[in-house]
């Protein structure tokens, strides 16, 4: 997959084509994909986007491959932008995930990607947030934000944040409660859609894990 050479190319185009990156770092990860199985605490960088982070101790790698095959079994509620998102969501950064596979139910998630603004380039953080929320209820008929929409500080840099739970269901008709925090933080014409997922309730919530990687990434500025 290829990143698209803009955001948006029109501030007045469909917020479908706004947010379908967001909309794909949202989702957690379904059970029965293929992991690298490396358990090792990992400091992981990518000096051409100008960002580092620390994986979570006993944490998985996902390949691109992974990443593809979890979005082509999902079933969203609105099939025109499930197909809109398949074909142009772009491949993240990174993934990690909280268990090996095969795991039994919904596994916890952690994505990082990085697109560029466009038109959309000096919009403050949370008009863009505000932005992709509609087009997210759309595709998922229960979504519903449960933390605001607020200014937000990843590594220094001004951002947005959320958190918004919702049902996420694949092929096969099974259903999984999602938790989904959100981060955008623009950075010049381009933009960081950080989002860490995972079930509702229950031991593998990771809030511990999920906060220690936001305070572990570096951004160059």
């Given at each position: 997959m290829t990143a698209d050479k803009s955001f948006d190319r029109s501030i007045g185009g469909k917020m479908k084509r706004r947010c379908q990156a967001v909309i794909a770092v949202a989702f957690a990860i379904l059970p029965n994909s293929t992991l690298a199985q490396d358990l090792a605490p990992m400091r992981?960088?990518?000096?051409?986007?100008?960002?580092?982070?620390?994986?979570?101790?006993?944490?998985?790698?996902?390949?691109?491959?992974?990443?593809?095959?979890?979005?082509?079994?999902?079933?969203?509620?609105d099939q025109d932008f499930q197909a809109a998102m398949q074909k142009a969501a772009t491949a993240p950064l990174f993934v990690f995930m909280k268990h090996p596979e095969p795991h039994p139910s919904l596994n916890p998630s952690i994505q990082v990607t990085l697109r560029p603004l466009g038109q959309l380039a000096g919009l403050p953080p949370t008009e863009l947030m505000r932005m992709v929320t509609g087009p997210m209820k759309t595709a998922f008929a229960d979504f519903v934000i449960v933390t605001g929409i607020s200014d937000a500080q990843v590594s220094g840099l001004a951002g947005a944040h959320m958190r918004a739970k919702y049902t996420l269901k694949n092929q096969d008709g099974a259903e999984f409660q999602v938790l989904a925090r959100m981060w955008l933080v623009p950075r010049g014409s381009f933009l960081f859609i950080i989002g860490m997922s995972g079930p509702q309730e229950g031991p593998d919530v990771s809030e511990s894990e999920f906060g220690e990687t936001l305070a572990s990434i570096s951004m160059q500025k």
């Open positions: 992981f960088e990518n000096a051409t986007a100008g960002i580092a982070l620390t994986r979570p101790a006993g944490w998985v790698t996902a390949s691109l491959q992974t990443v593809q095959e979890n979005r082509e079994r999902l079933q969203l509620s």
